[in-house]
């Protein structure tokens, strides 16, 4: 496996389950992030972590819970959605501390609640 | 605060056309200026990037020109293909924000 990967890669879940998001990444990278992306609407961020540190949080819902256990590794556990949660749900990762920080983006998870 | 103002799409050109995206930020400092594309089904990846004043970035035949003063970012491509059609993100670093994206579509 290279870059970075997600699963699955599509949901389909009650407003009552409970599901995760699964996100690695396979760069040796420090960062990683999850974003939410809408039709008709810019990119969101979510959350960022930094060395497995939680350094952004942009006012998401606590019915999203990131974790981070390693650098590797990165989790959206879900529970009590609303259906206007659905959308995209992207993965990328980092190497901060260098110049352009570029980010790589898994294919991310296509969320439908029902 | 930080933001960027990316050109509304959707653009819908002929093969061959030329193309613009216009993109303007407001940011802190000088940051790494990036244009992601998303193709089809998949994530974002990175197309170019510019990391200082008047620096070009360039891949795949697109261009763009990191303007200090004017504080853009504009990509073009002289002569685009049908393979081109995605959507394009502009995205200054560090405030880790993006443009709304621009949806390109060519046809032959």
């Known amino acids: 496996e290279t870059g970075v990967t997600q699963t699955p890669r599509h949901l389909v879940m009650g407003m009552t389950n409970k599901k995760s998001l699964k996100c690695e990444q396979h760069?040796?990278?420090?960062?990683m992030y999850w974003y939410k992306q809408s039709a008709k609407k810019p990119l969101e961020l979510m959350f960022v972590?930094?060395?497995?540190?939680?350094?952004e949080n942009n006012s998401v819902p606590s019915r999203f819970s990131p974790e981070c256990p390693n650098s590797s590794h990165l989790f959206l556990h879900l529970h009590t959605l609303q259906p206007e949660d659905s959308a995209l749900y992207l993965c990328?990762?980092?190497?901060?501390?260098?110049?352009?920080?570029?980010?790589?983006f898994g294919p991310g998870t296509r969320l439908t609640v029902t | 605060g930080n933001s960027v103002t990316q050109m509304e799409g959707p653009v819908t050109l002929s093969e061959e056309a030329f193309l613009t995206i216009n993109c303007t930020y407001t940011a802190t400092g000088y940051p790494s200026l990036f244009w992601y594309v998303q193709y089809p089904g998949e994530g974002l990846q990175l197309l170019l990037k510019a990391t200082k004043a008047d620096d070009k970035g360039s891949n795949k035949g697109f261009e763009a020109t990191y303007r200090k003063e004017t504080t853009s970012f504009h990509l073009e491509k002289g002569s685009v293909q049908v393979s081109d059609s995605a959507v394009y993100f502009c995205?200054?670093?560090?405030?880790?924000?993006f443009g709304k994206g621009t949806t390109l579509s060519v046809s032959s």
């Open positions: 760069l040796g990278h420090n960062a």
């Open positions: 995205a200054p670093n560090a405030a880790l924000i």
């Open positions: 990328a990762s980092s190497q901060e501390g260098q110049g352009g920080n570029e980010q790589y």
């Open positions: 972590y930094n060395f497995k540190e939680q350094t």
